[in-house]
């Protein structure tokens, strides 16, 4: 994907101050000045209009991008249905193109194409019992980032926003601690995935997940390090940010991280059980700011192979004259990795 339009879109992110939306100073309504640079908040179809896309499949039920082409060798990115020819999606993978596949089981349809063109480390985290319509994958060099989107009814376009998004947003950095350690360089990138949302009223959320692996003599060792992000908006602070990774009972978690702290604002738990094999951590804002955009990362390491149930749940509140009014955004689904292309 040419950079020049990556860095049209967010400098028309950073102008327009798009992300965070109301904290705890805006309760009245209207949107507050923290600004994080995700592009969650962003008509992020408009990062497509500089790329020429390859539609394939059941044309008539996809969205007509700004300019299409003729073939996957002329296209900047692909748009497909799950049924579409695999031969032409594989192609556009293994040529490091970009891929969105709209309908059906699009997750599932990424995680089968992937697997078919080889050669890469991935991960896709599937979403179960909610809409989901689309989900992308972008090859980067021997890895690949993946996006399940869920439709929350705040993507005025909930395929062609996402896609875009997925070409040019960001998940803020952390703004909790995450440790370091001696062994860091011996820990190869294998991939991230994500899962985003947005709501009809305006507040957003994501999670990506990082992989990454060593190689010893004892066996493979791998981490995980997942990173949750919320914005507000009209209103509705940041209350709650929840992450869980449910393992086999019979694979050990050598570690789980953070420890219980506060950092830039922003309160974080963790409250994985090693004894059941589970990672959880959650994070809530000890500040203004991190209640209009709190950002908090955990992580984990394990030996073997990596799959897991998962949960992320987000939670967002408006002071009410009899109680509080909430909103919420969950999703929950399976994660599996393949780490050996």
Same mark, same amino acid.
Request: net charge negative; hydrophobic share 40%; with cysteine.
């Given at each position: 994907?040419?950079?020049?339009?990556?860095?049209r879109?967010?400098?028309?992110?950073?102008?327009?101050?798009?992300?965070?939306?109301?904290?705890?100073?805006?309760?009245?309504?209207?949107?507050?000045?923290?600004?994080?640079?995700?592009g969650?908040?962003?008509?992020?179809?408009?990062?497509?209009?500089?790329?020429?896309?390859?539609v394939?499949?059941?044309?008539?039920?996809?969205?007509?991008?700004?300019?299409?082409? %003729?073939?996957?060798?002329? !296209?900047?990115?692909?748009?497909?249905?799950?049924?579409a020819d $695999?031969?032409?999606?594989?192609?556009?993978?293994?040529?490091?193109?970009?891929?969105?596949? %709209?309908?059906?089981?699009?997750?599932?349809?990424?995680r089968? !194409?992937?697997?078919?063109?080889?050669g890469?480390? =991935?991960?896709?985290?599937?979403? $179960?019992?909610?809409?989901?319509?689309?989900?992308?994958?972008?090859p980067?060099?021997?890895?690949?980032?993946?996006?399940?989107?869920?439709?929350?009814?705040?993507?005025?376009?909930?395929?062609?926003?996402?896609?875009?998004?997925?070409?040019?947003?960001?998940?803020?950095?952390?703004?909790?601690?995450?440790?370091?350690?001696?062994?860091?360089?011996?820990?190869?990138? !294998?991939?991230?995935?994500?899962?985003?949302?947005?709501?009809?009223?305006?507040?957003?959320?994501?999670?990506r997940?990082?992989?990454?692996?060593?190689?010893?003599?004892?066996?493979?060792?791998v981490?995980?390090?997942?990173?949750?992000?919320?914005?507000?908006?009209?209103?509705?602070?940041?209350?709650?940010?929840?992450?869980?990774?449910?393992?086999?009972?019979?694979?050990r978690?050598?570690?789980?991280?953070?420890?219980?702290h506060?950092?830039s604002?922003?309160?974080?738990?963790?409250?994985?059980?090693?004894?059941?094999?589970?990672?959880?951590?959650?994070?809530?804002? %000890?500040?203004?700011?991190?209640?209009?955009a709190?950002?908090?990362?955990?992580?984990?390491?394990?030996?073997?192979?990596?799959?897991?149930?998962?949960?992320?749940? =987000?939670?967002?509140?408006?002071?009410?004259?009899?109680?509080?009014d909430?909103?919420y955004?969950? %999703?929950?689904?399976?994660?599996?990795?393949?780490?050996?292309?």
């Open positions: 994907m040419p950079s020049t339009s990556r860095r879109f967010l400098a028309a992110v950073g102008a327009s101050g798009l992300a965070a939306a109301a904290g705890c100073s805006a309760l009245g309504g209207g949107r507050p000045d923290v600004t994080t640079g995700s969650l908040g962003a008509d992020a179809s408009h990062a497509l209009d500089d790329e020429t896309v390859y394939a499949g059941g044309e008539s039920d996809l969205p007509e991008p700004p300019e299409t082409a %003729a073939s996957v060798e002329d !296209a900047d990115a692909v748009l497909a249905t799950p049924d $695999r031969v032409a999606v594989v192609r556009a993978l293994r040529a490091g193109k970009p891929v969105a596949l %709209a309908g059906g089981d699009p997750a599932l349809a990424v089968g !194409a992937l697997e078919a063109a080889g890469r480390t =991935f991960g896709v985290e599937s979403v $179960r019992a909610r809409p989901v319509p689309v989900a992308v994958a972008v980067r060099g021997e890895t690949v980032e993946t996006f399940t989107v869920v439709d929350d009814g705040g993507w005025s376009r909930p395929v062609l926003d996402p896609f875009g998004w997925a070409l040019t947003g960001r998940v803020p950095d952390c703004q909790t601690f995450v440790p370091e350690s001696s062994a860091d360089d011996e820990y190869a990138y !294998a991939g991230a995935a994500h899962v985003v949302g947005r709501l009809g009223s305006g507040e957003a959320y994501a999670s997940s990082v992989a990454s692996v060593a190689r010893r003599d004892a066996g493979t060792f981490r995980l390090r997942t990173t949750l992000h919320a914005e507000a908006d009209d209103g509705y602070a940041v209350e709650l940010a929840e992450r869980e990774a449910d393992f086999p009972d019979d694979q978690l050598h570690r789980t991280w953070p420890n219980p506060t950092r604002g922003v309160r974080v738990a963790n409250v994985s059980d090693a004894t059941r094999s589970t990672f959880a951590v959650e994070a809530e804002p %000890a500040s203004d700011r991190a209640r209009s709190l950002t908090a990362c955990g992580g984990l390491r394990t030996e073997g192979r990596l799959a897991y149930d998962h949960r992320t749940a =987000f939670r967002w509140q408006r002071d009410g004259l009899l109680s509080p909430r909103h955004g969950s %999703a929950t689904g399976r994660g599996e990795w393949v780490l050996d292309p």
